[in-house]
């Protein structure tokens, strides 16, 4: 790498890159069907919350590509729904001189992994905002998820591709 005469460290122009080029929540859905009594929580019982993540990557130009993170969270206490918080949070990436098969790595791994504490923020405010306690999601091995999805495709297809796609 040499540097210009700015002392900007200049790499190779053909090497795979990689920005972001904005975050923002897309689509944001806060449900609280049965206040007030949602919030006279027997004592010693515990709510009982569901999270379901979901990532999907689209080419929406060139060299430009949406991920959505969508995540859904639900809390149930004593049978009967506390709340539901969906949130659809994306990035805008420009991908330049990206190898085909690093596409969907990104796509699915990296970018969301990118997405995810700022989306992790956004439902923890809606969350704490809808009167509840925050919820504080766990960190999420996206690359654990994406080579579990590998797997499971080759098992599935053992003769074809076995690469998943970004809109899984």
């Known amino acids: 790498m040499a540097e210009n005469q700015n002392g900007a460290i200049q790499g190779d122009p053909n090497a795979p890159q990689a920005g972001v080029i904005a975050q923002y929540v897309k689509d944001l859905s806060f449900e609280n069907p049965n206040a007030p009594q949602s919030f006279q929580i027997p004592e010693g019982e515990k709510p009982n919350i569901e999270v379901n993540i979901n990532v999907n990557g689209n080419k929406i130009g060139d060299d430009t590509f949406e991920v959505e993170l969508k995540i859904t969270a639900s809390s149930e206490v004593g049978g009967k729904k506390a709340f539901v918080v969906e949130l659809v949070y994306a990035g805008l990436f420009a991908l330049k001189n990206m190898p085909e098969e690093a596409m969907q790595p ?63």
């Open 106 to 168: 990104f796509m699915l791994v990296q970018a969301p992994v990118m997405l995810f504490p700022f989306a992790r923020r956004v439902i923890a405010d809606a969350t704490r905002d809808g009167g509840y306690s925050p919820l504080l999601l766990d960190p999420i091995d996206f690359a654990g998820l994406f080579q579990q999805q590998v797997a499971k495709q080759a098992q599935e297809a053992p003769t074809g591709d076995a690469a998943p796609t970004a809109s899984e």
